[in-house]
């Protein structure tokens, strides 16, 4: 973005922190490259039996990532284990043979119910994460005395990106957890700390500290509504 600014106007300012970013950029790719090898070699050393029972969707999908061009792995194999994460969450596209699945609709698996919630809820946190960086970076410069307009463009870019995603990411994690609850009711009665089902529609837990002898929020603040 910063560059393509910079293309358009012509202001140095832009391509002064083109300049910049880049070189953090070039030091997390790195890093995203080294550690994208190994939680590749993760799915046969930590979960071997899964991966032969479902090796021919996990498989592909990882095959696919690495059939891509060198400099765009990092991304692709984050988008390929959120796809893969997701089919796991919520399976669609498949059949079971004997001890294995086998994919029969590789749109369904990858386009799962859980997936589309999954990544921009995903992308989303990595571009506030990115923008909570850069502020940072901009506050400290700003703090040490710093007044020049990189610093300051910089951090003004970061807040406004701030002010835009975040009430969106409140939206989206809503969501995202509206369709969990749908698809894996299980899941969420485990992440409330409910053991026992209830009828009507359960309470809304604002705080408890899960009792595992006892089976039940120790210290809870219930307050009752329906299930819608």
């Known amino acids: 973005m910063l560059e393509g600014v910079w293309l358009k106007t012509g202001k140095p ?4 922190l083109c300049l910049f970013w880049s070189k953090v950029f070039a030091v997390a790719f790195g890093m995203g490259v080294v550690s994208g090898v190994v939680m590749a070699y ?9 991966s032969s029972f479902a ?7 990882l095959t696919y990532e690495v059939m891509t061009a060198f400099f765009l792995e990092v991304g692709f194999l984050g988008i390929m284990l959120l796809a893969s994460n997701s ?21 369904a698996i990858v386009f799962n119910p859980s997936f589309p919630y999954r990544l921009a809820h995903m992308a989303i946190a990595a571009f506030i994460v990115a923008a909570l960086v850069v502020a940072a970076t901009g506050a400290w410069h ?33 969501a995202h957890g509206l369709n969990t609850c749908e698809h894996q009711p299980a899941k969420i009665a485990a992440i409330e700390g409910i053991w ?7 309470a809304l837990n604002l705080f408890g500290i899960p009792d595992m002898e006892r089976k039940r929020p120790s210290t809870p603040c219930r307050f009752p509504i329906s299930a819608a």
């Open 196 to 202: 026992d089902t209830e009828k009507g529609g359960t």
């Open 142 to 174: 700003l703090l040490k005395g710093r007044r020049d307009p990189a610093i300051k463009k910089s951090f003004s870019m970061a807040l406004w990106l701030l002010l835009a995603l975040t009430p969106i990411q409140v939206v989206v994690g809503d």
């Open 55 to 61: 090796g021919p969707i996990t498989g592909p999908l």
């Open 87 to 107: 089919w796991m969450q919520t399976p669609q596209g498949f059949r079971i043979e004997g001890d294995h699945v086998v994919p029969v609709d590789w749109f």
């Open 13 to 16: 300012v832009y391509k002064e």
């Open 42 to 50: 993760e799915f046969g050393t930590n979960w071997g039996g899964f």
